[in-house]
């Protein structure tokens, strides 16, 4: 008889999303290893960075490669939504929490950073920071601005992430991705579209991973880069919890300035808080909700409009449901 995983469910959840999601998860259970951990009404809060959020109806962490095929074939097979999270920033969970399931690529197999001469093959799962150290560690130079993004490579990847002039794809040489059938492509980045924090092909794709293109350096200049890097961030971001930008750049002025002009710096909806260190940075200034959140958002974009003829558009990807749709 197949050993399938235990799937854990909360005790006071009593609804029709909660026999569903018993349901899901243990059809998903028959299909995978019992080293894939499978839970129902998995709290999201902690694992954003900006700590709101419902819970996931059902939360999958794959083992490997072929258990997170199997799950997204059972999803696409049995139209089942599903949601990949990688660290949890740049995104916002509403209240209600995300129906369907919510794929983790947490497990080791998909953090390994593995150095190729003068490339890195890194899995989607491995931290950015862990990256720019490791490119460090062997004298290589191109990826230091890594090592302030708060994510994991494949979070990078889907948003082309960037930071201190740099950007995603502009270290990436190829990525791998695996499509809503199971199989896996690898690509070069010069056949991969891509725009300001927004890769699209990966909105409908996971990415397993990407081969980082570097280039020698001495140990010393890397790391001064590094540090001057890290000075800079810690100087003007704050050190609350955030999902990082909250909006993106719009063409005629950075976000975070105009909303510094706006007077709106330690403006407020309940615990949710635009950072006095930077403008485009909302905290958690302690039990805020992702409801304060949106509300503060709503206002800066509504001000924005009426006084200065902008429209902000947001860099952090808002999921989930209100609690009364949930």
């Keep these: 008889m197949q050993h399938v995983p235990a799937v854990i469910c909360a005790d006071n959840i009593l609804s029709s999303s909660m026999q569903n999601a018993e349901t899901i998860a243990a059809e998903l259970a028959a299909r995978v290893s019992d080293t894939t951990v499978i839970r129902c009404h998995e709290p999201l809060a902690r694992r954003t960075t900006l700590r709101v959020g419902g819970p996931a109806d059902v939360f999958v962490e794959p083992s490997s490669e072929a258990d997170l095929a199997s799950a997204i074939k059972y999803c696409s097979a049995n139209g089942v939504a599903h949601l990949t999270l990688g660290r949890g920033s740049n995104l916002l969970v509403r209240d209600g929490g995300i129906r369907g399931v919510v794929i983790s690529l947490a497990n080791e197999c998909f953090s390994h950073i593995q150095v190729d001469g003068q490339r890195l093959r890194c899995g989607a799962g491995a931290r950015l920071k862990n990256v720019a150290v490791e ?23 889907r948003m082309n992430a960037g930071a201190m002039g740099g950007e995603t794809f502009g270290a990436v040489e190829s990525i791998r991705v695996m499509d809503i059938a199971g199989r896996v492509h690898e690509l070069p980045a010069g056949q991969i579209i891509v725009e300001y924090r927004c890769c699209p092909l ?14 020698p350096a001495p140990r010393e200049d890397i790391e001064r880069r590094m540090s001057q890097f890290n000075t800079k961030r810690w100087e003007s ?10 909006f993106k750049n719009p063409p005629t002025i950075p ?16 615990d949710a808080m635009v950072s006095f260190e930077h403008g485009n940075f909302i905290v958690n200034d302690g039990k805020a909700s992702a409801r304060d959140v949106l509300e503060l958002i709503g206002l800066i974009q509504r001000k ?10 947001t860099e952090v990807e808002i999921v989930g449901e209100d609690p009364g749709d949930a």
């Design 304 to 313: 924005a409009r009426a006084e200065r003829g902008v429209e902000l558009n």
């Design 135 to 157: 490119a460090r560690r062997n004298n290589l130079s191109g990826v230091e601005f890594l090592e302030g993004i708060p994510g994991s490579v494949g979070g990078a990847l």
């Design 255 to 270: 976000a975070g300035r105009l909303i510094e002009e706006l007077g709106l710096k330690g403006k407020r909806v309940g």
């Design 237 to 246: 971001q704050p050190a609350k919890p955030s999902a990082g930008c909250t």
């Design 202 to 215: 990966l909105m409908d794709r996971i990415a397993l991973g990407a081969v980082f293109k570097c280039a």
